[in-house]
T-cell receptor, first 110, second 113 residues
Framework: SQTIHQWPATLVQPVGSPLSLECTVEGTSNPNLYWYRQAAGRGLQLLFYSVGIGQISSEVPQNLSASRPQDRQFILSSKKLLLSDSGFYLC?????????FGQGTRLTVV | DQQVKQNSPSLSVQEGRISILNCDYTNSMFDYFLWYKKYPAEGPTFLISISSIKDKNEDGRFTVFLNKSAKHLSLHIVPSQPGDSAVYFCAASRQGGSEKLVFGKGTKLTVNP
């Protein structure tokens, strides 16, 4: 069965510190992978999506970057976090018409 | 540019009544539409979808209607239950769902006992 793992569930980081959120997928191959963010009081915003290893598309200019070192691994990173990076981050993957989400990471930048 | 719009940020309904959540889109190339339900601090879960070749899809208490000429879709929940209280996201994609999902901002549904 297809599953998606995202960790950590919660994270509190100081301004200026680095970030690494990891997402792995099981039970499928060559999925489309996504990072979304839900800021407080706002909808889901697509940050990055990837259709294959090393292929990353960025949707909005920001302080974050993404990498896909393996087919089923998607990493969201930042070298220096800003206060505005706080939010709820979701990893997702799609295959044909199905889309699956991780449980999310609540990031608080202090 | 908001390609998928959910103009009502919140909706309050009495238990047992119908909940209608609306969604509008601007990109005529979208051909696959999905609704997701999200509880606080959890990832969205898939609820129901509809392809552009249909105008209605029903699954239990949930029905999605698509009006392509108006670029409008709606989710009906009948009867509404308190456990339906959540944020509902409308999403759209091209090419039958193989392209990226574009989400609306969500509508918070509260079903009162």
């Amino acid at each position: 069965s297809q599953t998606i793992h995202q960790w950590p569930a919660t994270l509190v980081q100081p301004v200026g510190s680095p970030l690494s959120l990891e997402c792995t997928v099981e039970g499928t191959s060559n999925p489309n992978l996504y990072w979304y963010r839900q800021a407080a009081g706002r909808g889901l915003q697509l940050l990055f999506y990837s259709v294959g290893i090393g292929q990353i598309s960025s949707e909005v200019p920001q302080n974050l970057s993404a990498s896909r070192p393996q087919d089923r691994q998607f990493i969201l990173s930042s070298k220096k976090l800003l206060l505005s990076d706080s939010g709820f981050y979701l990893c997702a993957w799609t295959f044909n018409t199905e889309a699956f989400f991780g449980q999310g990471t609540r990031l608080t930048v202090v | 540019d908001q390609q998928v719009k959910q103009n009502s940020p919140s909706l309050s309904v009495q238990e047992g009544r119908i909940s209608i959540l609306n969604c509008d889109y601007t990109n005529s190339m979208f051909d696959y539409f999905l609704w997701y339900k999200k509880y606080p601090a959890e990832g969205p879960t898939f609820l129901i979808s509809i392809s552009s070749i249909k105008d209605k899809n029903e699954d239990g208490r949930f029905t999605v209607f698509l009006n392509k000429s108006a670029k409008h879709l709606s989710l009906h929940i009948v009867p509404s239950q308190p456990g339906d209280s959540a944020v509902y996201f409308c999403a759209a994609s091209r090419q039958g769902g193989s392209e990226k999902l574009v989400f609306g901002k969500g509508t918070k549904l509260t079903v009162n006992p």
